[in-house]
């Protein structure tokens, strides 16, 4: 409960009681007996569990209502209510708790005979229709029995509970005086009837005779949550708690605590009051046996249900009467047109077209239907089927009539717009497409003699009917400028289309330098000690293999197939990818035909790792060019995608990736991972173990 101990034992223990007002007011603190302190306790336990359940259903209501423009709906107009009634209890001991839950059903009950028996009979008297009541259980006396003030079995309840001497028996003699006379109550003082004792009375209820208990009555209607226990409730550290109890006013801190059958009749006609302002429907459930048995019907308990139910009067009331009501105007105009005589207007009085309708179908005025003063009562549901029937035969026709005098005009009408709208479109479409072109042709003139090929040139603003054509024009006109651009190169034509490659797959996926020239062949240089050596070593190559040019070579950090980083260089020509070695430039292994490479992955980091995929049974190769003194992985992997593309007309896919699968160790079928870290301190190689089972990590800062 999140309150003080101390607090909390003092107002289960003790209750201050006020008397008088400002300076004469005083206060005294009574202490509690042990039954006084265990009642007060029950009490806090069933506040707490009352409270939370109407705080629960609050929230959900609350959540359930919703806003319309901004302001709150008038909710109660829309809402829904699903009211589950506990049953009628007869149990062989029945205490203060049945009286309740029956006292309840004895509301609902009366609220359904005032709803539909009563309101049923009602009806035909106020029309004026010849009708014979039918007799029902009328359980208002027994509902006043219990409630009535102030004497009533609650009244009498409440009025033991206030004074201290009373007991369940003194209570029980009460009750014997003021209803003796009562046909609806019994005792054993009133009636010397020996099932009952002395401790007991009876009812009869619209469902049967209900015999109860008196012992605890007293002390099960008394509800002993006083001010004292309310404070300590306010004192709580959680909200919720502070919420469910709120703080009781001085005036309503003096009065002694309302009884639970006096909340119990409060609560029950508050819901009476809503149900009634609503329009109810009923869902009767029928239990088929006490067993819980399926495919087993208990004849003596669904008759005794149906019985106190009130089914069977509500089944006579229907029976004896008109199974269908209408008001004469709705009745007439919604089967005017199964008649000649009343189709398409009648001359005469509404309720005198009713009557020409139900002439010309024959239908008997003595035992079929019957006139009331506002309404016309049917008998057979069958009369109203061949009405229904009679009007569904005649509403194709009269929709086809409708359609067609409305689809004659909205077409003429419609025709005529269009006509007049596409003259006016397409005059101004052709005219607006005219100007444009003009204008871009204005624009453009000599953009062949430009420097910039008409780069900087505004486009007219095109009208939107153009806007696709718009589109493609500038398209197109990009490309014959990127076209007319790099042929103006000269030489360095095909470094510039390289260089354009570059950028459509590492722009935005990976750092790369833009601005350096590729020079493709870095061991052949000068710089290299070993050049000469490399370039006969080269030519050795080129006979052998029938290559023609080189496409890439430098040195590089190879991961062979034992997991170890090498040194080697590597050769990319024109057909294929040669491993050497890095003094002899002999060849390592086996050459590698380029159209074997499936696919390219690299990491969205600054490192210098390249993964090449080989089609089986070729492992992959794992490169690391943290050798090189430039930026190398950019010119690697597009002079390969380029050439590739250049002999299969495929671009092989480029992928970026934090963690890479490959497969190093042919014809083995085990998988690596390659994964990236960031470090202060980039090593030589970057590529090294990692703690976790066939997974490499490398390192780049």
Same mark, same amino acid.
């Given at each position: ?69 901004? +302001? @709150? ?23 203060? @708790?049945?009286?309740?839950? #029956? ?18 009979? /009602? ?8 009708? /014979? ?33 009373? *007991? ?5 003699? +009460?009750? !014997? ?111 088929? %046996? ?23 009067? %509500? ?40 009557? @020409? ?8 005025? /003595? ?23 009679? =009007? ?15 689809? =004659? ?48 040139? %505004? ?32 030489? @360095?034509?095909?470094?510039? =289309? ?22 493709? %062949? ?50 990319? *020509? ?8 890095? +003094? ?30 080989? +089609? ?12 090189? *003194? ?27 990736? #934090?963690?890479?699968?490959? !497969? ?33 990590? *490398?390192?780049?800062?």
């Amino acid at each position: 409960l999140g309150t003080d101990a101390f607090s909390l034992k003092r107002s289960l223990t003790t209750r201050t009681i006020t008397s008088g007002i400002q300076r004469r007011m005083s206060t005294i603190t009574v202490p509690l007996d042990y039954d006084q302190a265990m009642y007060t306790r029950d009490a806090l336990a069933k506040a707490l569990y009352e409270r939370l359940f109407h705080w629960l259903v609050g929230k959900i209501n609350s959540g359930l209502r919703s806003a319309s423009n901004g +302001k @709150e709906d008038n909710h109660d107009l829309y809402v829904i209510g699903l009211l589950d009634i506990y049953g009628f209890e007869i149990f062989e001991h029945n205490s203060f @708790e049945q009286l309740n839950i #029956n006292y309840c059903n004895e509301k609902l009950q009366q609220l359904f005979i005032e709803l539909t028996l009563k309101s049923e009979q /009602e009806e035909y008297v106020r029309e004026g229709i010849a009708w /014979e009541p039918v007799k029902y259980f009328d359980n208002k006396p027994i509902c006043e029995l219990i409630e009535k003030k102030p004497i009533g079995i609650i009244s009498l309840l409440d009025e033991a509970c206030l004074v201290g001497k009373s *007991t369940d028996s003194s209570m029980l003699d +009460k009750l !014997n005086q003021n209803f003796a006379k009562n046909q609806h109550y019994q005792s054993y003082a009133t009636v010397q009837d020996k099932s009952l004792s002395d401790s007991n009375f009876r009812l009869k209820h619209y469902a049967g005779d209900v015999t109860y208990d008196v012992r605890g009555f007293l002390d099960k209607n008394k509800d002993t949550l006083f001010s004292d226990i309310i404070v300590a409730m306010q004192c709580s550290k959680y909200q919720l708690v502070v919420d469910i109890f709120p703080q009781v006013s001085a005036v309503d801190a003096k009065k002694r605590p309302e009884t639970s059958g006096s909340q119990f009749r409060t609560a029950m006609n508050a819901l009476i009051a809503n149900l009634v302002s609503c329009q109810p429907h009923y869902i009767r459930c029928i239990k088929p %046996n006490d067993q819980k048995k399926p495919s087993h019907l208990d004849f003596a308990r669904v008759s005794h249900q149906v019985r106190y139910l009130g089914l069977l009067e %509500n089944v006579r009331v229907r029976r004896a009467g008109f199974a269908n009501r209408q008001t004469f105007e709705r009745f007439y105009h919604r089967y005017k047109m199964t008649s000649t005589k009343t189709w398409p207007n009648y001359k005469g009085s509404v309720k005198d077209g009713v009557v @020409e309708l139900l002439k010309s179908q024959n239908i008997s005025s /003595e035992t079929e239907y019957r006139l009331g003063k506002t309404k016309v009562f049917i008998r057979n549901p069958t009369t109203l089927f061949l009405y229904e029937e009679l =009007r569904e035969k005649q509403m194709p026709r009269i929709v086809m009539i409708l359609q067609r005098v409305w689809r =004659r005009y909205r077409a003429k009408k419609r025709y005529q717009q269009n006509k007049a709208a596409s003259k006016i479109q397409l005059l101004y479409r052709s005219y607006k497409a005219n100007k444009w072109f003009k204008d871009v042709c204005r624009s453009f003139a000599g953009v062949n003699n430009m420097k910039d090929y008409g780069r900087r040139v %505004n486009w007219p603003s095109p009208p939107s009917v153009l806007s696709r054509a718009y589109s493609l024009l500038v398209q197109v006109h990009k490309v014959w400028m990127a076209e007319r651009m790099i042929k103006s190169l000269g030489t @360095e034509e095909p470094a510039m =289309r390289t260089k354009a490659l570059s950028l459509e797959i590492f722009r935005g996926k990976k750092p790369w330098t833009c601005g350096r020239k590729y020079e493709n %062949n870095y061991l052949e240089k000068p710089t290299n000690p070993l050049h000469n050596k490399c370039g006969e070593a080269f030519q050795k190559i080129f006979k052998s293999f029938g290559d023609s040019n080189v496409i890439y070579a430098d040195y590089i950090f190879k991961l062979n197939g034992n997991g170890k980083v090498e040194r080697r260089g590597v050769l990319v *020509t024109n057909l294929h990818i040669f491993k050497l070695h890095p +003094k002899t430039f002999r060849i390592r292994r086996k050459e590698i035909p380029l159209v074997s490479v499936e696919s390219i992955s690299v990491s969205p980091n600054s490192d210098s790792l390249v993964i090449i995929h080989i +089609k089986q049974p070729d492992r992959d190769l794992v490169l690391d060019l943290s050798i090189c *003194t430039y930026e190398g992985v950019s010119e690697l992997v597009t002079v390969i995608v380029e050439q590739i593309q250049r002999m299969t007309g495929v671009r092989i896919p480029v992928v970026f990736s #934090n963690q890479i699968t490959f !497969n190093n160790s042919r014809p083995s079928k085990k998988d690596y991972v390659m994964t990236f870290q960031k470090e202060q301190t980039q090593a030589s190689p970057s590529i090294k173990k990692a703690k976790a089972p066939n997974t490499f990590v *490398t390192v780049y800062n």
